[in-house]
């Protein structure tokens, strides 16, 4: 039996989550892998604050003014409830909303919007998805992007 002091051994172990995105992930793959791959939400989009959409569902046609409506007028439920939330030249009736999070309905689809520190997630979903799997789906890409100060 050799005993070889001098020389060293290193292991290194590379783990894939797939539960959660990575910093260097582009925003569609964002969309992609970690919205839309979940089935439960069937159309996404990733914008700025500023309006500019960073990735989308590929006949998810939002514009960067619904955007920037929505975000206008996050934090207030009496214009919300008035006007209603469009997106992707629909317009969806208003349900609640708080400060990170609107839902919003219309007939068997509705919306999840999530709002980060630099960021919105605008997620819409179809039956028989039900609102609270968007939700959870939405949210929790949502709270991994806040994490990471997006």
Excluded at 6 to 34: E, K, R
Excluded at 112 to 123: D, E, R, S
Excluded at 129 to 149: D, H, M, N, W
């Amino acid at each position: 039996m050799s005993n070889n002091t001098s020389s060293s051994c290193s292991l290194s172990f590379v783990v894939q989550s797939s539960v959660l995105p990575t910093p260097t992930m582009s925003w569609q793959t964002y969309v992609d892998a970690h919205l839309l791959d979940t089935k439960v939400v069937n159309q996404a989009a990733i914008a700025g604050h500023d309006g500019s959409v960073w990735a989308a569902s590929a006949d998810f046609k939002i514009t960067n003014e619904e955007i920037k409506k929505i975000l206008q007028n996050f934090n207030d439920s009496d214009v919300l409830a008035t006007s209603g939330v469009t997106v992707a030249n629909t317009k969806y009736f208003f349900l609640s909303c708080n400060e990170k999070v609107i839902r919003a309905k219309k007939g068997l689809e509705g919306l999840h919007i999530m709002k980060t520190v630099q960021a919105i997630i605008i997620a819409q979903y179809k039956e028989p998805t039900v609102p609270e799997q968007c939700a959870a789906v939405t949210e929790k890409l949502g709270e991994y992007l806040i994490t990471t100060g997006f």
